[in-house]
């Protein structure tokens, strides 16, 4: 499996927790943008046709024009071949920039699956978190999605948000479940220094958030979903495909700004400023890089573990790892966080919210 991502850095506004590399960006700069990124992906002609999934993240996708989209719809199908085709296509919207014609248009393009921001069904946290569009906008969103023909739909929910009561987060879920999504992202708020959430001294509530996960994963799993990674959910056969192979350990090209790549078993992301980004991909430049490093040995093993145990189906590791990871393999089964089988080995579904302690060991 080879996946592509693909990252537009623009948000008609600014959440107050996000700290994604996104900004508000005028039509002319999107247009800049997309002729940078045309630039950046004529290097990769080499994969082209050899991509199985693609995700086109952000920021805000459904921002662009449907001129703008028709621009990046062939600028990635001159990079992984026809789209349709393609075993996976998601693309991230936001309510408040989705309408009929765009709809139509991610339809007509391949896109098979679209993952939609809600966060909350409460208009006042909405209102807290600075998101634009409202519980309202996410229903005629949802709905003209669906009239478009979508039948992969994905919304994602926060929890430990501040004011947020559990009753809140559990009456979010039976909200969203009355319209009958296909998939459902958690994610516990994280406060990230230099956001607005941060400057007004807001602080993580772990043991709330925690909480939220557990009770909403009961409600899930009533509704008939099956959580699959730690924060995933999905209806039989609608797991992201482009997303397990970031848990397979498999390779996958990241276009954009921040965009992370792996692949020949090297590590990389391209720099996080638009800018910059924009400036290298005109000239023909290879994109400033903010990380790079070759994974080998016993960090690539440990990454594969760490990912693995993200699934909730684990991991069956192979001998060679096996071994080396014995010690902290059997600490972790000792202490009752862990479910080993052979060398299959995986976390126990009632500890999953102390992930991070298993994580932690592999370090
Ligand atoms: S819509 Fe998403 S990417 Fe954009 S500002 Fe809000 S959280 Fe950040």
Known sequence: MRGLYVHLPFCRAKCGYCDFASAPGAPAEIDAFLEALAGEASAYGALKGKFD??????????????????????VLSDVAGPLSRLAESTFEA????????????????????????LQASQDALLKRLGRIAMSGDFLKAFSLLREAGFDNISADLMCGLPGQTLKDFTGSIEWLLKLKPEHVSFYALEVHDGTPFSADGLKEEPEAAAAMYETGA???????FRRYEISNFARPGHESRHNLNYWDQGE????????????????????????????????????????????????????????????????????????EFEQELSRLAEAGLLERSGRHIKIREDRFYVSNAVFREFV
Do not use: C, H, W
Request: aromatic share 6%; proline share 4%; charged share 20%.
């Open 94 to 117: 936001n309510p408040e920039s989705l309408d009929v014609e765009k709809a139509a248009l991610l339809k007509k393009a391949g896109m098979s699956r679209i993952s939609l921001g």
């Open 252 to 323: 996958y090209l990241g276009l954009g700004p921040s965009a992370a790549s792996y692949l020949g078993g090297e590590r990389r992301a391209n720099t996080a400023g638009a800018a910059a980004y924009v400036r290298a991909a005109l000239a023909g430049e290879e994109i400033p890089a903010q990380y790079r490093e070759t994974l080998s040995g016993r960090k690539k093993s440990a990454e594969k573990i760490m990912l693995g145990l993200r699934k909730t189906a684990g991991i069956e590791l192979p001998d060679d790892i096996f071994i």
């Open 218 to 224: 009961a409600a899930l799993a009533l509704a008939g």
């Open 53 to 74: 999934t693609l995700y086109i993240g952000g920021g805000t996708p459904s921002l662009l024009s449907a001129r703008q989209l028709v621009k990046l719809f062939s």
